[in-house]
Every structure is written in C-alpha cells, then in structure tokens.
C-alpha cells in the first residue's frame, strides 16, 4: 500500500455510479482514510470496543432485488445511509472507496473486510448530489443515524 494522499478522487455521483455498474466487491468507508485504518485493519464495536476482524464498510454492490431502478439512485442511497458520521463521529471522517474480501459482518450487519486495497476518496460535493437525489426521492429515507436528529 503506497502513499493514500495520492489516491484520486471521485467528483461526481454519475462517475461513482459508473464505477459501481457491471462491477462487485466494491464499498464505501467513512472514515479518517486508509492511511489511518489500513495499519491494524480493524474496526471498532463503539457500544462493546471489541476489535472486528476486518473493516465496517458499506456494499455498494446492486442488489437483483433493485430490478430495473437507476443504479445511481442506489449509490446515493448508500452514501446518504452514513453521511452523518462526520457530525457525530469526528468532523474529519471522509468516505473512500475501497475493494475487498468480506470477511464477517458486524454488530449492525455491516460488512467486516479484509484485504484491502484503497480505490479512491469521494468529494464532497457527491454526497451533497447523493443528498438531494435521497431526499427527492418519494416516502421517508432517514439515514441509519440512532440519534434521529437527520
């Protein structure tokens, strides 16, 4: 694993998108960056802080349950999911993308992986497009923040 700092980063939710369709075994890691994960590979239980065997990420895989919906309305979905971690984890936390072996899942489901390898960092202005596109959308989808204040 070089230099993380250099990794490029993804500017729009249509070339997220793009990189996501056709392809599997990609995720998104909200975090301080790889530079800081990849060391101990590990993430934390925050209730239990028991070490987990492998990184919580979240799949950005389309489901065959997603049928015939756009794909980019998919990946908005799942960067809209955690895009609270920045304001109640730490103000630095960035998403990244990553590709991996799953290797468990965690306390919540999530995905634990392994095998690392950084992709790329996502810019902020894709999770502000991935925003609107989720709060457009019809019916009521809250991010995954327990404290209900999004």
Same mark, same amino acid.
């Given at each position: 694993?070089?230099?993380?700092?250099?990794?490029?980063?993804?500017?729009?939710?249509?070339?997220l998108?793009?990189?996501?369709? /056709?392809?599997?075994?990609?995720?998104?890691?909200?975090?301080?960056?790889?530079?800081?994960?990849?060391?101990?590979? =590990?993430?934390?239980?925050?209730l239990? /802080?028991?070490?987990?065997?492998?990184? =919580?990420? =979240?799949?950005?895989?389309?489901?065959?349950?997603?049928?015939?919906?756009?794909?980019?309305?998919?990946?908005?979905?799942?960067?809209?999911?955690?895009?609270?971690?920045?304001?109640?984890?730490?103000?630095?936390?960035?998403?990244?993308?990553?590709?991996?072996?799953?290797?468990?899942?965690?306390?919540?489901?999530?995905?634990?992986?392994?095998?690392?390898?950084?992709?790329g960092?996502?810019?902020? =202005?894709?999770?502000?497009?991935?925003?609107?596109?989720?709060?457009?959308?019809?019916?009521?989808?809250?991010?995954?923040?327990?404290?209900?204040?999004t």
């Amino acid at each position: 694993m070089g230099e993380t700092a250099d990794l490029p980063t993804v500017t729009s939710l249509d070339e997220l998108t793009r990189l996501v369709t /056709g392809r599997r075994g990609l995720y998104v890691r909200w975090s301080l960056g790889p530079a800081r994960d990849l060391p101990r590979a =590990s993430s934390k239980d925050d209730l239990t /802080g028991l070490r987990l065997p492998g990184l =919580s990420a =979240s799949s950005l895989d389309v489901e065959d349950w997603w049928g015939e919906r756009p794909a980019r309305v998919w990946v908005a979905r799942r960067l809209y999911d955690y895009c609270h971690l920045p304001r109640i984890k730490d103000a630095r936390t960035r998403p990244w993308l990553l590709r991996g072996r799953e290797a468990a899942r965690g306390p919540d489901n999530e995905p634990l992986v392994r095998d690392v390898r950084p992709l790329g960092w996502v810019a902020d =202005s894709v999770i502000a497009e991935a925003c609107n596109i989720v709060t457009e959308q019809p019916g009521h989808w809250g991010t995954l923040d327990r404290d209900g204040t999004t």
